[in-house]
């Protein structure tokens, strides 16, 4: 709990129908820095994720006929206590998951973003009139929420992933089961704490943390009463989650893996290219689902750029994200380190040659930033999601050649690209098979833009105007005898 000013916000137990849950067995945090021990926190399993959709079904039709500018005033309280407490959010978002506190509060400030997105627009769920078959008809559609929505959430964003999801639900007027991951419950339930100060009522916002994450995800996919789920994480997990809802027909949104082509023409600005990559690249030390993975750079310019990314990483900080001059924190478990450095293995095996930059902390699960290069796209590095800080530069030697090999891959989140020739701009950001691109750019992460995949990065979109429709039903009204 050091450094949190209120200590209010260091919740250990999970939050259901606006009451903190005792529990029989704990389960311990620990900060991936250093390993040091941080909280045991209460257990929840499938009986208390069940009285969790319970109460959110008991409470979401009074939500639901609230006025809309009435649920929109609850979230903007909500939004206004995360900004209020933004301090000591990050404080505990770095503590568990281990980014430095700048980005933490970064990642705190975008998480309520969405709620202020969504606070605003709640009040704009607008339906249609359309024009009737005969003269006896008229067809109206009218939007309403969906119900109960569950969602499992990842540690890699432990705030926003969940706030982004809850915003648009509860603004819809759904009501809500948040199941964050057990590395990282700390962030979520402090959230909880200040959705109860900020006036969400009882059973409308709930938080479930446990260890049992099979046990939770049944109930979550399969009670009767979810009628909505919605994921963040793996690809292999949304597959099996996704086979879970069918049985039930629920609706889903998936945003799943990523493995992001960052495409650098020869003329682009090569400065603003290197800029970028540091920023889609190392962000949370490489731990997104839109990281750029495959870095493809024309051969004309491989050289120059190369010698660019190797200045720019060797000036990296590596540490504890208390620290103030931390760059890049520690990965958030010793496998998540045996995983990038199985890639890394596997593809120096193949033929890439390694450089590691620079130096980690002898305690805690680091690894180094590491440039690789004479990389290909059938590497395993380049096949995989790497979730670390590792930067494949892989050459490349016309349009076309890389527009195909960014395109082979099962995933179809985030794709970069630099170049100065606005018909290529068009041409390529066309023709990516992905559900964002980002041109002469490293982050394409606001509440304003709808963010999601294809293929098997997934479908839904969170954020944007577009955000609010995955937790609405379209409901079409049919009214006769309008003649007589
Ligand atoms: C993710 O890694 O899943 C999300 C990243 C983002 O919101 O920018």
Redesign the pocket.
Known sequence: MKGIQDRGLWCTRSFVNGQWLEGQRHFAVHNPANGAWLADVAEAGAEETTAAVEAAYRAQQEWARLPAAQRSKTLMAWHDAMLANIDDLARILTLEQGKPLAEAKGEVAYGASYVKWFAEEAVRVYGDTIPGPGPDKRVLVIKQPVGVVGSIT?W??PN??MVRKAAPALAAGCAFVAKPAAETPLSALAVAELARRAGLPDGVFNVVVGTDAPAIGQVLTQHPHIRKFSF?GSTATGKRLLAQCAEGVKRTSM?LGGNAPFIVFADADLDAAVEGLMLAKFRNAGQ???CSNRIFVERSVYEAFAQKVRAAVAGLKVGDGLEPETHIGPLISEQAVSKVAELVSASVAEGAQAEAVTDVPSQGHYYPPTVLSGVSNRMAVARNEIFGPVLPLIPFDDEASVIAEANDSEFGLAAYLYSRDIGRVFRVSEALEYGMVAVNDGIL?NAAAP?GGMKASGHGREGSKYGLDDYLDIKYLCLGGMDR
């Open positions: 990842p890699n964003f926003a992933m963040t945003e997104t689902c839109v992460s963010f």
